[in-house]
């Protein structure tokens, strides 16, 4: 099978998508090799930029979301706007490159955001908090895209977790520095991370894509040699906050749900950083 796709049956397939959901701002996971080269051979730039050319044509000036996670500030402490690589996927590296303006300062969890009408680019001290772009993205029922990327790349799922308050992961502080432009700012970034056990917070994916999508809230649509999986934001937000408010440990696997509750009769509810990370002190 041919690589190449193209181009016009990856504009149809993407306006097809797009048309249902006018206005809407557009979150994009990608893995492009997954859906196809447009035409022929070229270098990965020259890649990203005809997705980026596809994208922007069939978004109607619409706000795009890129994200360009970077992990390392978890080790080294230090993000770089401009400098620090996006680490999921070539547009996320991309976009970084090309658009370093327009990248939102919150350590690891960020994005670079094109026809930006009022999203905010300040550092955020939880990336899933309530004034996160991912609260933005929510507010705005914006359209959560995957470009040939698998749904376990859904991010957005932390967000709804943290609007739960779930008890299964626990807020962590890590402290270092932002650098923008050269100059470098000292931050401390706080979110919920998960136990550092083989299996703990492991999520059932094929269970929670099947019964959302039974539920008409997510959507598959071919493209090019793969396919695009897509909801809206506010549609998973309400669902997935149902099912959690009748059963907190709904997301996870059947395995990870024992993990947990062994978890919580050990070390109580909530699971807490003291408890879970704290050395034991041998006196």
């Known amino acids: 099978m041919s690589i190449f796709i193209s181009r016009d049956s990856l504009v149809n397939s993407l306006r097809e998508i797009f048309d249902r959901f006018p206005g809407k701002p557009v979150l994009t996971h990608s893995d492009i090799l997954k859906i196809g080269l447009i035409e022929k051979m070229k270098s990965r730039d020259e890649i990203c930029a ?29 993000y770089d706007r401009q400098n620090s690589p996006g680490q999921v996927g070539a547009l996320s590296d991309y976009f970084r490159k090309t658009h370093p303006e ?35 993205i929510h507010c705005k029922d914006g359209l959560i895209i995957f470009l040939g990327a698998g749904f376990e790349t859904n991010t957005f799922l932390h967000y709804i977790e943290e609007s739960a308050g779930i008890e299964y992961r626990y807020i962590k502080k890590f402290g270092g520095k932002i650098v923008d432009s050269g100059e470098a700012l000292p931050f401390v970034l706080d979110y919920r991370v998960r136990p550092l056990i083989a299996g703990a917070a492991e999520y059932d994916w ?17 493209a090019g040699h ?53 050395p034991v002190r041998d006196d």
């Open 50 to 78: 005809d997705y980026e050319q596809a994208l922007v044509e069939t978004t109607g000036g619409r706000t795009l979301l890129f994200p360009t996670f970077n992990y390392d500030y978890c080790g080294n402490g230090l």
């Open 102 to 136: 327009k990248r939102t300062r919150t350590p690891i969890f960020n994005f670079c955001i094109l026809n930006n009408d009022d999203f905010r680019l300040e550092e955020r001290k939880n990336p899933f908090g309530a004034d996160s772009t991912f609260a933005e």
């Open 206 to 222: 094929p269970r929670l894509i099947q019964e959302a999508s039974e539920a008409g809230i997510i959507h598959n649509q071919p």
């Open 226 to 278: 793969g396919t695009v999986i897509y909801y809206r934001a506010s549609a998973l937000f309400d669902f997935w906050s149902e099912k959690i408010k009748q059963d907190e440990l709904y997301l996870l696997t059947g395995k990870s749900r024992r993990l947990t509750e062994d978890l919580y009769q050990i070390h109580g509810r909530p699971l807490t950083f003291e408890a879970m990370e704290t």
